[in-house]
């Protein structure tokens, strides 16, 4: 583990009754770098996620943001930090449109007066810096959005409020090839200006095509972190499918796959 | 309004209208139109081409419908109705319904009543009477709200359950009395009082003059930002269309007599463009309307960008019941009195058919303000033209219920045709 990485998990558990979600895991993503956390379902990868994004807390671990250690008990407590979370069903109010809804809950008002001008004025500029160009007006109701559209949206508005992390939930799950792409490009562009991106994805397509690293998870355990460009895509479907965690062999290596 | 200065290619999303780059000038005006019209955008064209229609029909054949006095009229017929479609606006946007509001006007008719009655120890100015009254709708609107926001109950059992209880307290309360006479002028004044002649040229000034400075102001606001701005020939149009509403109205109102007493323009109706200004400001423009909508459309999607859903839910039902409590005056100033029959008519269901007439989802988040003003305008002409015409009751009813429907089927249509036309 390298002591400059943006977020640290370690050692994390965490059990729901008599279900073991979590079990000592270790985790870490850079700045400016995608990590791309895959795993079969129930892997754990959604219950590690929300112990990041302060849905539950962990049972017990550490979790490092900045190299100090700190205590995330809540969705506010993650946006505080510059954790984003974009979740699979994005969370997008359909009746709106794209500025009302890039700023939901936080509209910039005075004395609880909107104020538009620069509502739509920064987001447009948000959109441009994430070379966004398909969405033809700010002011159109993201009901009449493509998917693509929608995912961008949904990325751009994670991204506006100075976020560092920006954790993305399977953000091509229900999309088309083309419009997949325009995601991915829009995934790798949030780690060249130098955000932190988790990518949550069953598709190992998209994760190698985004990924700088690839962390693993089964039943729980983190089975290892691969470089993605040292990697082929069957060797971590053998480490989805069969991994075992090198951890408990006693071999602290980067990545370890057992046949 | 479109920005469109963010244009690529988007293999899967579907090819741009050819009419995106709408024409500046006049050209654009119609261009736009044009485009509504083809996409199914109608807005309130439809129910104001249908008042046209309506008005005109009974101009022609009813002899005493197109006079001044029924006008001044069928503005205090009007606004108590209206005044309970505003809060029925704001219930449906979150996609809820209140049943309660028909007997919560007739709590704050009953209270108002009670406060002003002389000689009683509660005896009170009419003015504080009258803030008391909808202070306490308002409560018992928030009380129901809390129900539904915090226990999770459905708003159709809570306020059902209220349209019971307050029908009872009203029963209670007249059943040996039967009818509270209302004396106090103030109160009275809210569906009598008629301004001076230039009183009511003031007040259309006023009013001719507050869209062009709210639009000028947006103008200045957003200087320094690359944000479209309306066309200003559709600007002047508006401007033009407001001042001249305002200022035939008060021609109108002047006209109206009874006998030889000049009636003037009326103050409900000044009551109701107040209100109708006042709450389309909170709609659109505060953060408190932005929610509103917002939790209609979605409310996990509004509850998880931090927005307290129950707090929007108590709030808009506290509305509710203010609207309800202000409306019932306005009712009992008509006749001067509260009694055992009120509300009057189908008061409840007028309102509510007024705010969905109007072109507001009964499915939340999709609705205006000045829907609920069109719809009550449309409902309480086409009452008081079948009236003037010596139409029964019963076929009354039949007609409302027709226009209702055929109002909603046009929208229905409408809002697929957008779909279909991906806008």
């Given at each position: 583990m390298s002591d400059t990485a943006l977020l640290q998990l370690r050692h994390i558990t965490k059990s729901f009754g008599s279900v073991q979600?979590?079990?000592d895991v270790d985790f870490e993503v850079n700045a400016g770098e995608v990590m791309a956390l895959v795993g079969d379902n129930g892997a754990g990868k959604s219950t590690l996620v929300k112990c990041i994004a302060g849905t539950h807390s962990a049972d017990s671990g550490q979790i490092l943001f900045e190299g100090r250690e700190v205590h995330i008990n809540g969705p506010k407590d993650a946006a505080r930090l510059g954790i984003e979370v974009v979740y699979q069903?994005?969370?997008?109010?359909?009746?709106?449109?794209v500025v009302q809804n890039m700023y939901l809950g936080r509209e910039a008002n005075r004395f609880q007066i909107l104020n538009e001008a620069t509502m739509e004025h920064h987001t447009a500029e948000t959109l441009k810096s994430l070379a966004v160009?398909?969405?033809?007006?700010?002011?159109?109701?993201?009901?009449?959005?493509?998917g693509g559209q929608r995912q961008s949206v949904a990325v751009a508005r994670a991204v506006m409020?100075?976020?560092k992390l920006v954790i993305l939930d399977e953000?091509?799950?229900?999309?088309g090839v083309a419009q997949t792409e325009q995601v991915l490009a829009l995934v790798r562009r949030l780690g060249e200006q130098g955000l932190a991106v988790i990518l949550i994805s069953h598709n190992l397509h998209d994760v190698f095509e985004t990924a700088d690293r690839i962390t693993v998870l089964r039943l729980g355990r983190d089975i290892g972190v691969y470089e993605r460009r040292q990697t082929s895509q069957q060797q971590v479907v053998e480490a989805i499918t069969a991994g075992v965690p090198t951890k408990v062999a006693g071999i602290p290596t980067t990545a370890g796959v057992e046949q | 309004m479109t920005t469109a200065d963010v244009v690529g290619p988007d293999r899967?999303?579907?090819?741009?209208?050819?009419?995106?780059?709408l024409p500046s000038g006049l050209a654009g005006v119609y261009a736009r139109a044009w485009l509504n019209l083809r996409t199914g955008n109608l807005g309130p064209i439809p129910i104001i081409v249908g008042l046209v229609v309506v008005v005109l029909l009974f101009g022609l054949t009813?002899?005493?419908?197109?006079t001044a006095t029924n006008f001044v009229n069928l503005v205090n017929e009007t606004a108590g109705t209206t005044m309970l479609a505003f809060g029925v606006v704001f219930v449906l946007l979150l996609g809820e319904i209140d049943l309660s509001i028909g007997y919560l006007a007739g709590i704050g008719a009953l209270v108002v009543a009670e406060l002003q009655l002389?000689?009683?120890?509660?005896?009170?100015?009419g003015i504080l009477a009258m803030i008391i009254a909808v202070a306490v709708c308002a409560a018992i609107g928030g009380f129901q709200g809390s129900i539904i926001a915090?226990?999770?109950?459905p708003s159709f059992v809570v306020t059902l359950a209220g349209f019971l209880i307050w029908q009872g307290v009203i029963l209670n309360k007249l059943q040996q009395r039967g009818t509270i006479i209302i004396q106090d002028r103030w109160i009275n004044y809210t569906d009598s009082y008629g301004f001076s002649h230039l009183g009511g040229w003031l007040i259309a000034i006023v009013v001719s003059l507050l869209y062009p400075l709210a639009i000028l102001y947006r103008r200045v606001s957003a200087r320094g930002t690359h944000i479209a701005q309306q066309n200003w020939w559709a600007f002047a149009a508006k401007t033009g269309g407001i001042a001249l509403v305002a200022f035939v109205t008060v021609i109108v109102s002047n006209h109206a007599k009874v006998i030889t007493t000049s009636l003037g323009l009326p103050l409900s109706g000044v009551i109701i463009v107040f209100f109708f200004i006042l709450l389309t400001f909170l709609a659109k423009s505060t953060t408190f309307g932005r929610h509103v909508y917002a939790v209609g459309g979605n409310a996990e999607a509004a509850r998880r960008a931090g927005i307290s859903v129950p707090r929007i839910r108590v709030l808009v039902f506290m509305i509710s019941g203010a609207t309800a409590g202000l409306g019932g005056i306005i009712f009992a100033a008509q006749v001067n009195s509260v009694a055992?029959?009120?509300?009057?008519?189908?008061l409840l269901l007028n309102a509510i058919a007024s705010a969905v007439i109007g072109g507001?989802?009964?499915?939340?988040?999709r609705g205006e303000v000045r829907g609920a003003l069109l719809g009550a305008v449309l409902i309480g002409t086409l009452q008081n033209g079948l009236n003037t015409l010596n139409v029964s009751n019963g076929w009354i009813y039949i007609i409302t219920g027709l226009v209702l429907l055929g109002a909603v089927t046009l929208d229905t249509f409408a809002v697929r045709l957008q779909a279909r036309s991906g806008r």
């Open positions: 979600a979590l079990t069903d994005l969370a997008l109010c359909d009746n709106l449109d160009t398909t969405i033809r007006s700010v002011r159109q109701t993201v009901a009449t959005l493509s409020w100075n976020s953000p091509t799950a229900a999309l | 899967a999303a579907p090819p741009p209208a050819p009419e995106e780059e009813a002899t005493n419908f197109f002389p000689g009683s120890s509660q005896h009170m100015n915090f226990v999770g109950v055992l029959t009120f509300p009057p008519g189908n507001v989802s009964l499915f939340g988040g």
